[in-house]
């Protein structure tokens, strides 16, 4: 739908916006978008970049102060509710006659205010959704459809089936069937969410009071977080992987060199454009050719992870040409043209009909109907920085073995627990003991992958198994040394 314009104003000062970097070339295909904006009103834009490493700390002391803030603002759905309760963006209740939230996807609609407040303080602009991403050659090869990764199960047999293949590219490096970014990643949680939302847990809980609580130690959500950490357990990824982040992995997908990964939905739209625009079309994903897949069935179903960004107004912004900007560039039209540009999905229902047109992003359409979002609550912005320091500490875990024990996995979600209660200013104390936890975690890890007879081990088989007695392996590894270098110097 598109939204009447004012043709003049008697102000021609820029109109300021502030994004990140959306795709390839961020400025210049904002400015395309923003061209028509110009034409019809005399107004010009400038557009600024924000790295999103540096975004946080430069846009809440731009809304703290109100001092060169900008007119239009991106912020990520997360950060909406934190911006929002402290007053320094602007509520659009009144602008929703033009805004139309029926035009919108429900779970990106979700995303415009703080968790049960009516009050609306942002507009979906475009949805991260992250799904399996396949190299079509290398799933070719080896036989592998939607149908046979549609379970988790499934997932884990073409992961094995992939490895034992023990293909090779033209210049020597071996084809690894999947990898996922390691400790400290930006984007660990994101990880991790999509398998504990789909085996029935979540990262926050309500108690019956209504207050927020941790359910990190929640049955459920360690059966995802075990689901997760058993690619690395079971020697389907190298702990080696871990030492890497999103980047590095993306990159290894592009080169060819991994047959899935779960990421964002850009790298299919960044194959259709050359090299010198952005693109892959001319690197070997390119030639390979991408397939989106549904996140494997978990015992909850598939629930793919659901972010994207959302455009704002800073609250201390009197102009009503902002507001027009604001509604120009969420119509269809402007959503349309900007996210084939820059590869993530547009947040209209409408405009979203037409790309699950597009084989390459009807799956993941289809996942929105299922996807999740985090909890729109004003504190998940530090509540996300505790998991992400957790699951890192979690990762250092199982990066060396000898270090790994079931009882250091259970205090890490302790110490973490006790610090998201701590932030939520719940007084509640986890339930669960360790050896409770334990017994869980060892019916949680030896679930076979699937009911078929068992297979001899091999030496590549269940690292977890090496995790349980490295300690002890090293002990007799070194009494023995001990010994044997005794009797040499007795003999001496």
Do not use: C
């Not at 609306?120 to 046979?148: A, C, H, M, Q």
């Not at 398998?195 to 459920?220: T, Y």
């Not at 060819?256 to 050359?274: C, K, N, Y």
């Not at 209209?348 to 009909?353: C, I």
């Amino acid at each position: 739908m598109a939204f009447a314009i004012p043709t003049a104003y008697a102000s021609v000062q820029p109109l300021t916006v502030w994004i990140m970097p959306n795709g390839a070339s961020p400025k210049e295909k904002l400015e395309q978008t923003l061209s028509q904006f110009t034409q019809q009103t005399g107004i010009p834009t400038q557009i600024q970049v924000l790295d999103w490493g540096d975004a946080w700390n430069k846009i809440s002391t731009a809304l703290e102060s109100g001092e060169k803030a900008p007119d239009i603002l991106q912020l990520g759905t997360t950060w909406v509710p934190y911006f929002a309760s402290r007053g320094e963006i602007k509520p659009l209740n009144k602008l929703l006659p033009q805004i139309q939230p029926e035009r919108f996807v429900p779970i990106s609609w979700s995303t415009t205010h703080i968790d049960s407040d009516t009050t609306i303080y942002s507009i979906p602009w475009f949805i991260d959704i992250r799904p399996v991403l396949g190299n079509k050659r290398i799933l070719k090869k080896n036989g592998i459809t939607k149908e046979t990764i549609a379970t988790y199960q499934g997932f884990l047999k073409a992961v094995r089936k992939i490895n034992d293949s023990k293909e090779s590219l033209d210049d020597g490096v071996r084809v690894k069937a999947y990898a996922l970014p390691g400790k400290s990643d930006w984007n660990i949680t994101h990880n991790f969410a999509p398998w504990v939302w789909s085996n029935g847990g979540d990262f926050l809980k309500k108690d019956s009071s209504g207050k927020w609580q941790a359910s990190i130690l929640d049955e459920q959500t360690l059966l995802g977080i075990g689901r997760y950490l058993k690619f690395i357990l079971d020697t389907l990824v190298s702990p080696e992987m871990l030492q890497m982040n999103s980047a590095q992995i993306a990159q290894l997908f592009n080169n060819g060199e991994l047959a899935f990964i779960i990421s964002t939905a850009e790298i299919i739209t960044q194959t259709r454009f050359l090299g010198d625009q952005g693109g892959l079309s001319n690197a070997r994903i390119g030639a390979d050719g991408v397939e989106a897949f549904p996140i494997p069935l978990g015992t909850e179903g598939s629930v793919s992870f659901v972010g994207g960004s959302n455009l704002a107004i800073p609250a201390k912004n009197n102009r009503p040409e902002a507001e027009d900007l604001l509604l120009y560039l969420t119509q269809d039209e402007n959503q349309d043209a900007y996210t084939r540009q820059i590869g993530f999905l547009p947040t209209s229902v409408k405009v979203l009909e037409t790309w699950s047109e597009d084989s390459a992003y009807t799956e993941m359409v289809k996942a929105l109907e299922t996807g999740r979002t985090y909890t729109t609550i004003p504190e998940w912005g530090d509540i996300e920085q505790i998991l992400v320091v957790m699951f890192s500490a979690v990762w250092d875990q199982l990066e060396i073995p000898a270090l790994y024990s079931d009882e250091k996995l259970y205090n890490i979600f302790m110490e973490y627990t006790e610090q998201i209660n701590k932030r939520l200013g719940y007084k509640g104390t986890s339930v669960m003991t360790l050896a409770e936890f334990q017994a869980l975690w060892k019916k949680i890890l030896d679930t076979p992958e699937e009911p078929e007879q068992p297979k001899e081990a091999t030496s590549t088989d269940h690292i977890r198994n090496n995790l349980r007695i490295a300690p002890w392996l090293f002990a007799i590894l070194f009494i023995f040394g001990f010994a044997s270098a005794y009797k040499r110097k007795r003999k001496k």
